[in-house]
């Protein structure tokens, strides 16, 4: 019996989508933080496709890939400056929490976490709801239930996974509570970013050390693994 031993050639791709991915990242916040529109623009849209790849170059599931691209769509959507432009961008980060939903699978999770969870999002969505236009009191409920059980589910791939859902639910109330006219943070567009980039790269990092763990259980070994 031999062993394949042939190198990945994605393998030689996973540093440097990472180093871009990062940049890209210090571009977007940077422009976000010093108001400049360009900078933004340009930068936002690179930013899931370039954690998508890295996340396939890592040999990442499927399902984590496509979450992070409608997360792109997400992103590219919410670029235009319109109501139709936030449903659909909406809708799309909607697909991509299924797809993580999907991927946590049915291992169970905690109940005092789900209790938790569970009165943050009934808080908030009473503490806004006077202030979020009619028309997008229910899509953003409905959404905000949705985002609720991924943060929730996200805590069974471990503590990355758990602090990347925990700070996409953040990222999204910020932009909420902008939406319903309340008082906001200074240099707003700064916090909703840096909580949503730390967010989604927690969440890969967590899927990846999750899916290295089993593989290196199947194995018998206990190597770390580094992101």
Do not use: N
Request: charged content about 10%; overall charge neutral.
């Amino acid at each position: 019996m031999t062993t394949d031993t042939t190198p990945d050639p994605r393998e030689r791709l996973v540093r440097p989508l990472l180093v871009a991915f990062l940049v890209a990242s210090a571009v977007d916040l940077v422009g976000v933080l010093a108001d400049l529109p360009a900078a933004h623009q340009t930068a936002k849209p690179l930013l899931m496709p370039l954690l998508a790849g890295y996340a396939a170059a890592r040999r990442g599931p499927r399902l984590l890939v496509a979450a992070l691209l409608f997360g792109w769509g997400g992103d590219t959507f919410l670029l235009f400056d319109s109501d139709l432009g936030f449903l659909v961008g909406m809708g799309s980060f909607a697909v991509g929490h299924v797809c993580y939903l999907w991927l946590f699978g049915r291992v169970r999770s905690s109940v005092p976490v789900g209790v938790g969870y569970a009165v943050v999002l009934a808080t908030v969505v009473a503490l806004l709801w006077s202030g979020l236009p009619e028309g997008l009191r229910i899509p953003m409920t409905c959404y905000s239930l949705l985002l609720a059980a991924m943060a929730y589910r996200a805590g069974t791939l471990g503590r990355y996974a758990a602090a990347g859902g925990a700070l996409f639910l953040l990222s999204d109330t910020l932009i909420a509570t902008d939406i319903a006219d309340w008082p906001q943070l200074p240099a707003p567009g700064f916090w909703v970013m840096s909580t949503y980039l730390a967010a989604q790269f927690l969440l890969t990092v967590g899927v990846l050390g999750a899916q290295g763990a089993t593989g290196r259980a199947a194995e018998g070994t206990a190597e770390p693994v580094s992101p």
